[in-house]
């Protein structure tokens, strides 16, 4: 999957990490609402998505989405989520 994602998204990478795989794709996500609940299924498995936190996403391309998840104290996590459900860790930058 790092290396789909390399190739088809300029200045983003895979975290150099042995668990840059965070979740193995089971499903098909074909939008930015199907992007977000999956990733809100992974990120809160308790199903309750806690007081405060605000999730947004953004389409980097069709096969991949980067989902933005900020907590009350303003801490954030990105998520990138591809089109079969795979949740993997990565950066972007120059």
């Keep these: 999957m790092c290396g789909l994602f390399a190739c088809l998204v300029d200045s983003c990478w895979c975290k150099e990490d ?4 965070l979740h193995e ?6 939008d930015e609402a199907g992007a977000v ?8 498995p308790e199903g309750a998505v806690p007081k405060g936190t605000e999730v947004k996403v953004l389409k ?3 096969v991949f ?7 009350a104290s303003g801490n954030e996590q990105v998520y990138t989520i591809a089109a079969d459900g795979t949740i993997i860790q990565t950066i972007c930058g120059v």
């Design 65 to 71: 989405y980067n989902v933005f998840v900020n907590d």
């Design 60 to 62: 980097m391309n069709p």
């Design 37 to 44: 609940n999956a990733v809100k299924d992974f990120a809160f």
């Design 25 to 30: 794709g089971n499903t098909i996500i074909s």
């Design 18 to 21: 042995p668990n840059q795989v």
